[in-house]
């Protein structure tokens, strides 16, 4: 079984092989399906490399107690895959290591954007103390308030499944790695090194983030020397997640604008330009970039317990647990072929993003007339990004293309579904 090579970091990539890359950097607490909604946009034009941070999203556990040591790790992961010269978006701790490559290494970094970040995240005493909570505690108490920290109240009342979900992902990080994520914010201080960098720099930030007020974002820009702001409003915290469409426009116009081919050392032969007006790779790799693979390949876990994992995040604890009791009885097998290839290799392959995942299972759900897998689906959908009014247009495209009584069963179950998933909780 092939592993994450040591010092490096849990990665996947989407998009074409020959464009360049760019990487997205995840926040602490959450994994690189933060990123999610952003992928089809991204993907047009660049090759995206999304990673997790260490015990996120079942990444080895290999603790860094600083955001520069988290950059330099991101550098031999690149530097594994062949990928010398690149792009950079981070959202909060991500961002915070996107002012590190900045600093150490802007010779391979061609533009940066920095979403809900900060040169200074609140003070190094608060952060010490949170990781004494958690060492003492736990993350369950850190997990159940991560949604007041990420989300705007409005987002969090219409968007219970985003929310749900949210909680899970928090809960599933290694309790070590994350107090060492602690130490790395309370170290990290950029402020005095601000003027330094060079690399072409956006600024996102989430008009009601009480984590990184929009003060947090005018301080970088005021220190950046080449950095423009762009303020989201309703979002807080997790802008990407809260406002997909918005982040993708800001991140494409930004790289669009300012991602340039600079002349590197290389000990590749120069390649004449194509005719046609197609993006083209910054540098050229040193060795092809693997394909992402799921399970074992690309360092994560057994497609099993890969598909177990995607399976709960999408479908829930409760269904997921029946369904294996029900197997017990009868079809154990068939469960565990379900678990691992359906969910632990095909909803986790790169060419589709979960929401075209569920957008293309609930229209062949309909098709079937399986109502019982489509309420389970329609759960799945909300809890992958698509919203109700999102869901409720994949219906009606059905009805058009599945037939009307098809459709109008379907709008019956999804809008029960929908009514339980967005009511609000107690």
């Not at 989201?232 to 982040?247: D, F, K, T, Y």
Request: hydrophobic share 45%; proline share 9%; net charge negative.
């Amino acid at each position: 079984m092939s592993e994450t090579p040591p010092n490096t970091l849990q990665y996947r990539f989407d998009g074409p092989e020959a464009a360049p890359v760019l990487v997205l950097g995840p926040s602490l607490g959450t994994t690189w399906h933060m990123w999610d909604r952003q992928i089809p946009e991204l993907t047009r034009q660049w090759r995206v490399l999304r990673y997790d941070l260490p015990g996120h999203g079942g990444a080895p556990v290999e603790p860094s107690v600083s955001t520069a040591d988290l950059a330099d790790r991101l550098l031999r992961t690149l530097d594994e895959v062949g990928v010398e010269r690149f792009g950079y978006a981070g959202c909060a701790f991500g961002g915070a290591i996107g002012t590190q490559l900045a600093l150490r290494a802007p010779q391979r970094l061609a533009s940066l954007a920095l979403v809900s970040s900060a040169a200074r995240f609140g003070t190094p005493d608060a952060w010490r103390q949170l990781g004494v909570v958690v060492r003492a505690n736990g993350l369950e108490q850190i997990a159940l308030s991560a949604p007041e920290r990420w989300f705007a109240p409005a987002f969090r009342a219409a968007q219970a499944a985003i929310v749900d979900w949210a909680v899970q992902m928090a809960r599933a990080v290694d309790p070590e790695c994350y107090i060492a994520a602690c130490e790395a914010l309370a170290a990290h201080d950029v402020r005095a090194a601000l003027g330094r960098i060079t690399v072409p720099t956006l600024v996102v930030g989430g008009a009601e983030d009480q984590v990184t007020p929009p003060a947090d974002a005018r301080a970088l820009v005021a220190g950046i020397p080449d950095a423009r702001l762009a303020v989201v409003p309703g979002a807080s915290h997790l802008v990407p997640v809260e406002q997909p469409a918005a982040v993708g426009e800001l991140l494409v116009r930004h790289f669009e604008a300012t991602w340039t081919e600079q002349p590197l050392a290389l000990a590749v032969p120069a390649q004449p330009a194509p005719s046609a007006p197609e993006p083209v790779p910054a540098t050229a790799p040193v060795r092809p970039a693997p394909r992402y693979q799921g399970g074992a390949a690309a360092g994560r876990p057994d497609p099993y317990a890969e598909g177990d994992r995607t399976r709960r995040e999408l479908l829930g604890d409760a269904h997921v647990d029946r369904a294996a009791e029900e197997a017990e009885d009868s079809a154990g097998g068939f469960e565990e072929f379900v678990t691992r290839y359906v969910w632990g290799e095909v909803w986790n392959r790169p060419g589709l993003d979960r929401r075209t995942r569920s957008v293309i299972t609930l229209t062949a759900l309909v098709a079937g007339g399986h109502h019982t897998e489509l309420a389970a689906h329609t759960r799945a959908a909300l809890r992958g990004g698509l919203t109700p009014a999102e869901i409720e247009e994949v219906l009606l495209h059905t009805a058009v293309y599945c037939g009307v009584p098809a459709a109008t069963s379907a709008f019956a179950v999804a809008r029960r579904v929908i009514r339980e998933e967005t009511r609000p909780r107690e």
